[in-house]
């Protein structure tokens, strides 16, 4: 059974950091590509950024290039998302992701963790 479990969610003030890591289990995790998704009250899911099965090849969206940075350690299979430089619009929960194809952007995902809440305050 393939479980994805997030933590490192919270409440933070603008301009603040969070690292966020997904615990993943049940699959070959470096044969998987691992994204970060988000969801705003009221908006669409968006991909917040992907990483390919070495890691050698990261997506992030162009709302939080050079302020998030995905990354993974296969040996612990767990994939982190680094947020800097928090805005009130980064509030959402936030989903990890797996997906068994090798495209780091496109295509559909497999698995989801049940999400973790990350509030920014003004």
């Known amino acids: 059974q393939v479980q994805l479990v997030e933590s490192g969610g919270g409440l933070v003030q603008a301009g603040g950091s969070l690292r966020l890591s997904c615990a993943a289990s049940?699959?070959?995790?470096?044969?998987?590509?691992m994204g970060w998704f988000r969801q705003a009250q009221g908006k669409e899911r968006e991909l917040v950024a992907a990483?390919?099965?070495?890691?050698?090849?990261?997506y992030h969206a162009v709302s939080v290039k050079g302020r998030f940075t995905i990354s993974r350690v296969n040996a612990k299979n767990t994939v982190y998302l680094q947020m800097n430089s928090l805005k009130p619009e980064d509030t959402a929960i936030y989903y990890c992701?797996?997906?068994?194809?090798?495209?780091?952007?496109?295509?559909?995902?497999?698995?989801w963790g049940q999400g973790t809440q990350v509030t920014v305050s003004s």
């Open positions: 992701a797996a997906k068994a194809t090798p495209a780091v952007v496109t295509g559909d995902y497999d698995y």
């Open positions: 049940g699959l070959t995790f470096s044969r998987y590509t």
């Open positions: 990483t390919s099965w070495s890691g050698g090849i990261t």
